[in-house]
């Protein structure tokens, strides 16, 4: 049996490049971009599936896809297409990153 974490982690990596192609669309309006997106979005809906098959929690899975992906956005937001968060924004985002790690600290499966 495949642990949660992994698929955690390779729901975070599908998650990162459906970001990065979503704002490249936005940006190009590439129509292979939203394809790539909508492809990859489609790749964590399934790996989410696996994750709560494997008897991990739905509620915990959902909680850590949401805080992994908004770290993520801001992370690629930021870097990649130079966007700008506050002061605030990058608080939040910190302590969303700190729960995420209680919450895997703290989980035995």
């Known amino acids: 049996m495949?642990?949660?974490l992994i698929y955690l982690t390779l729901m975070t990596f599908a998650d990162i490049f459906a970001i990065y192609y979503m704002k490249k669309y936005?940006?190009?309006?590439?129509?292979?971009?939203?394809?790539?997106?909508?492809?990859?979005?489609?790749?964590m809906l399934y790996i989410f599936y696996k994750i709560i098959k494997s008897g991990f929690g739905i509620g915990i899975t959902n909680i850590l896809m949401c805080i992994l992906s908004i770290?993520?956005?801001v992370v690629i937001g930021t870097?990649?297409?130079?966007?700008?968060?506050t002061f605030n924004q990058k608080i939040g985002t910190t302590l969303g990153l700190i729960g995420s790690l209680i919450i895997i600290w703290n989980t035995d499966t």
């Open 71 to 73: 770290i993520w956005g």
């Open 79 to 85: 870097f990649i297409f130079g966007e700008h968060i």
């Open 26 to 43: 936005v940006l190009t309006e590439k129509p292979e971009h939203i394809l790539i997106s909508v492809i990859f979005y489609s790749l």
């Open 2 to 4: 495949t642990s949660p």
